[in-house]
C-alpha cells in the first residue's frame, strides 16, 4: 500500500550528525535518491521502504553516498 502525501522523517546526518528533517514521498514503495545535507551538503543516500501500514511510519536509512 502507498499513500500520496509527504510525510516527515528525522534522522542524522552521516557526516556531521546534525538532526534533518527528510520528505519521504509516499506514493512509492521502495525508494532511493541522493539529497545534499541541508548543514555541510554533502551527498546522502536515502533509503525509504514503506512498510505497507499506514499506521507505521516508512523504514528509512541514510547513509553516506560512498559507504
Ligand atoms: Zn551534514
Known sequence: MTFNHLVEHRNHCPYCSEQLCVL??????????????????QPMVITVELTGDAETPPRVQVRREND
Request: proline share 0%.
Open 24 to 41: 519521504i514521498d509516499g506514493s512509492e514503495q521502495e525508494q532511493e535518491y541522493v539529497e545534499d545535507c541541508q548543514v555541510c551538503c
